[in-house]
């Protein structure tokens, strides 16, 4: 029985003699509490999960499995459910037992309405405690890996690390646009990792590197026989994605014949494979990425306007990197520590210089292009990044960004600080004392 956090706890009744089944229905409904009754243990069993929002309350003497065996297989699927027994007279000293086993409490038959009522009221809050600790861990371990796969702190960086960790726990396709470099794979591996699917596979394909011929099987899979050399069944990348997510690099490459069968994909979430006849039902998230203006190719007729708005649910833009430069120190540093730690060599402090450098260079090649520079600056092949320039504080650094950064909005905005302040995600006030500070002339 999955349940999701928001639904109500449930007090799940097992005993043999429906009376009893009756009798603590009324009393639990009276008290306010919702309970579901069973006559045997196998029959609450199958409602039992680790999601389970509620308790156990079970007889220990059943036909067929005991209430001691319920517990057992309970505390299997979740150590953490509180199972309460209810004992005879005479099994006080097994109860006890059972506690230290893992049961949560026990109570004697005949049982004081009040005294249940209050073990059960108990037994429920914890569980309800239980349930808001991990919703808090799966939280965390959601926007730890968002934050992994984006790293940076940059207006532009964390509006999309909002936008991407708000998207994770959903299964809507997504489609990513961003310059050649920009860290778009990041961005789908940040969806996948921080969301329900993490556990299942990530399957990264680049649809500009599958050679045409290659194309169809690659993606759908094909049935022995299927052409020649087809000695077997061969599972695609579409079906061994199943319960995960596909990721489709440079989408835009992608060939006209297999975009109507992605397009049926994305519609039925099912599959033929190449030469056979039965459906194959997939349930995936698609992550679609493009440096291409795909409205402008389809119509332009150099792609399908039907796929490209099945894709686009949701569009996410990635910032190149030369409009979050304060996000450069953090990244190089980030990826030379990875490089270090890879090429074995003891890790070099990048001077004010070289970060100086770096923070003034344009970067076409964008996130990709910089952790090429980090792994030559791991390398010791790195000198020339900071020739020319001049050393400085931290401070003098940062100041060099801002005033690139205000310069760039100021340009853009023909001068209308009002309009500059709206690009840059400041107050204007703000943004006129940066000026100021900074030296930098315009004007309303």
Known sequence: MTQSPDIAPIVLFVDDEEIIRLTVRQTLELAGLAVTTYPTAEAALADISADTPGILVTDVRLPGMSGLD???????????????????????????????????????????????????????????????????????????????????????????????????????????LGETGSGKEQVARALHEGGPRAAFPFVAVNCGAIPDSMFESEMFGHEAGAFTGAAKRRVGKIEYAHRGTLFLDEIESMPPALQVKLLRVLQDRALERLGGNDRVTVDLRVVAATKENLLDLANAGRFRADLYYRLSVVTLTLPPLRDRREDIPLLFQHFALQAAARFRRPYAEPTPALLRALMLKDWPGNVRELRNAADRHALGLGEDEGSGTEGGSLADILDGVERHLITEALRASGGQVTRAAETLGVPRKTLYDKMKRLNIGGAE
Do not use: C, W
């Not at 319920?70 to 005479?90: K, M």
């Open 70 to 176: 319920l517990l057992s297989r309970v505390r299997a699927l979740d150590a953490e459910l509180p199972v309460v027994l209810v004992t005879g007279q005479g099994d006080v000293s097994m109860a006890v037992r059972a506690m230290q086993d893992g049961a949560y409490d026990f109570i004697e038959k005949p049982f004081v309405t009040d005294h249940f009522v209050e073990v059960i009221r108990r037994a429920l809050e914890k569980r309800a405690l239980v349930r808001e600790n991990r919703r808090l861990r799966q939280a965390l371990d959601q926007n730890a890996a968002v934050e992994n796969h984006l790293l940076g702190q940059s207006p532009a960086l964390v509006r999309t690390r909002r936008l991407v960790a708000d998207l994770a726990g959903t299964d809507v396709d997504v489609l990513v």
